[in-house]
């Protein structure tokens, strides 16, 4: 998203964060970001440096990838490298699902939250048979009422079975990632959610990407060993 005037170079970019939250990291002159880390710190993250080392290309040792702030004609170059760049590479793309919601959302549109009898190559099984988990018809409830896994099997469960399952799942395992009673596939859900994060009021595609809400801290550190690199310029030339 580029725009003009006051500021030519100026283009934004959505990123998940390791729990899923999406976050916008914008490079102009002062490049920001909206994760809290950013917003405590005022300082680079772990977000814009993926943008610039991934989507921009720069390099490691590119003292671009960790200011603080850029000359004019600093953004001007990372500018024109996006440009000369074809496309990034596809492991740095969040899944096509997780896209097209996003776009959806960004969009104003509202997410369909009915679930489609053929979803990611997996065909949805006939609602004659019945549920896995209480054995009862599953024909006789309403299509509202009804899931089925849509990674592997397509086997149909009943919505209250499947929460109850959920919350049995998390208990034994200690965090919210739920397998199909079925097939014990991981579970891909076919919509956005914002409850787990909604408190930290971003929009949450964690489930969709398969994700843990549970956050790595294990890979933190308080101080960059990137500091040296940080100039602090505003205004340009």
């Given at each position: 998203?580029?725009g003009?005037?006051?500021?030519?170079?100026?283009?934004?970019?959505?990123?998940?964060?390791?729990?899923?939250?999406?976050?916008?990291?914008?490079?102009?002159?002062?490049?920001?970001c909206?994760?809290?880390d950013?917003?405590?710190?005022?300082?680079?993250?772990?977000?814009?440096?993926?943008?610039?080392?991934?989507?921009?290309?720069?390099?490691?040792?590119?003292?671009?990838a960790?200011?603080k702030?850029?000359?004019?004609?600093?953004?001007?170059?990372?500018?024109?490298?996006?440009?000369?760049?074809?496309?990034?590479?596809?492991?740095?793309?969040?899944?096509?699902?997780?896209?097209?919601?996003?776009?959806?959302?960004?969009?104003?549109?509202?997410v369909?939250?009915?679930?489609?009898?053929?979803?990611?190559?997996v065909?949805?099984?006939?609602?004659?048979?019945?549920?896995?988990i209480?054995?009862?018809?599953?024909s006789?409830?309403?299509?509202?009422?009804?899931?089925?896994?849509?990674?592997?099997?397509?086997?149909?469960f009943?919505?209250?079975c499947?929460?109850?399952?959920?919350?049995?799942?998390?208990?034994a395992?200690?965090?919210?990632?739920?397998?199909?009673?079925?097939?014990?596939?991981?579970?891909?859900?076919?919509?956005?959610?914002?409850?787990?994060?909604?408190?930290?009021?971003?929009?949450?595609?964690?489930?969709?990407q398969?994700?843990?809400?549970?956050?790595d801290?294990?890979?933190?550190?308080?101080y960059?060993?990137?500091?040296?690199?940080?100039?602090?310029?505003?205004?340009?030339?």
């Amino acid at each position: 998203d580029v725009g003009e005037g006051s500021l030519p170079y100026h283009w934004q970019f959505a990123m998940l964060g390791s729990t899923g939250n999406v976050y916008n990291v914008v490079l102009s002159e002062t490049p920001t970001c909206t994760c809290p880390d950013f917003q405590r710190r005022q300082d680079c993250c772990k977000h814009m440096i993926f943008v610039l080392l991934r989507a921009v290309g720069l390099s490691m040792d590119d003292p671009l990838a960790y200011q603080k702030a850029y000359l004019t004609s600093e953004v001007r170059d990372l500018y024109n490298r996006v440009e000369q760049r074809q496309v990034a590479s596809s492991s740095a793309w969040a899944n096509s699902q997780v896209r097209s919601q996003y776009a959806k959302l960004s969009n104003g549109d509202t997410v369909e939250e009915e679930e489609p009898e053929k979803e990611g190559g997996v065909k949805r099984r006939s609602l004659e048979e019945d549920c896995p988990i209480c054995l009862e018809s599953l024909s006789s409830c309403p299509k509202n009422q009804v899931t089925y896994c849509k990674t592997t099997c397509g086997m149909n469960f009943h919505i209250a079975c499947m929460q109850q399952w959920k919350r049995a799942s998390a208990g034994a395992r200690g965090n919210q990632i739920t397998t199909c009673p079925n097939c014990r596939a991981v579970e891909a859900p076919s919509s956005p959610q914002r409850d787990s994060n909604h408190a930290e009021g971003y929009v949450n595609m964690g489930r969709l990407q398969g994700q843990s809400p549970d956050r790595d801290t294990s890979t933190y550190h308080q101080y960059s060993p990137y500091s040296s690199y940080r100039r602090r310029r505003t205004g340009g030339y």
